[in-house]
Structures are given as C-alpha cells and as structure tokens.
C-alpha cells in the first residue's frame, strides 16, 4: 500500500482546506485511518483518526470542533476538513493507516505512512 497525501498549501488565518489521501496498491478499508503533523523542530503528533468503517472519529483537543477526518471507502479516500485555520496549524500533514486504537497511544501501531503535504496558515 502506498498513501499519497494531497491538498495542502498556503492559506490566510481564518481560512480552509481539505487534504485527501488515497492509496495504490491496497485497499484502506482494512485500517483505521488517521491525519499527523509535524512542525520545525517538534515531534509528530496525531491529529485526527477514523475507525475502518468510519463509524468512529477521534482528535486531538487543539483541533476538535474546528477539523473533521472523513472517509469514503468506496473511493479508498480518506479526508481531512480544515475549518478556521491558525498559524500554530502549520505543518506537514501526513496521513496514517494503522491498527488498534482509532486515536494510537504511540505510532507502533502505523502500518502505512503516506508522503507529507506542507499546510502554511499565514497571519
């Protein structure tokens, strides 16, 4: 399986952007699904899960009721709605399949890594 990551880009604070991530050669309704960023010089932290039928969501406290983590199996997609961005929102975003906890206690759990797309929220 190899995860590819779309859609990031430079946007104002305030602003949106939904990020994608499909695959090639594999079938993600298999995994759980999941978004993490990483910063300059931070660790990579989770950001947003979905359990493999996506009946269950999971994300991280600084995120929650401003981005959505959907997917659509049909289409081997997995997506990442980013509302009212903020500067500390920069990163590079990398999508996850893994196995276990829809939100993974650690990334021994990560099966898959897609490559990153960089999001830059100006202010």
């Known amino acids: 399986v190899q995860l590819q990551a779309s859609g990031g880009g430079l946007v104002q604070a305030g602003g949106s952007l939904r990020l994608s991530c499909g695959s090639s050669?594999?079938?993600?309704?298999?995994?759980?699904m999941g978004w993490f960023r990483q910063a300059p010089g931070k660790e990579r932290e989770f950001v947003a899960g979905?359990?493999?039928?996506?009946?269950?969501?999971d994300s991280a406290d600084s995120v929650k009721g401003r981005f959505t983590i959907s997917r659509d199996n049909a289409k081997n997609t997995v997506y990442l709605q980013m509302n009212s961005l903020k500067p500390e929102d920069t990163a590079v975003y990398y999508c996850?399949?893994?196995?276990?906890?829809?939100?993974?206690?650690?990334?021994?759990?990560?099966?898959?890594w897609g490559q990153g797309t960089q999001v830059t929220v100006s202010s």
């Open positions: 996850a399949a893994y196995t276990g906890l829809v939100a993974p206690i650690n990334k021994r759990s990560i099966v898959y």
């Open positions: 050669g594999g079938t993600l309704s298999s995994y759980n």
């Open positions: 979905i359990s493999r039928s996506g009946g269950s969501t």
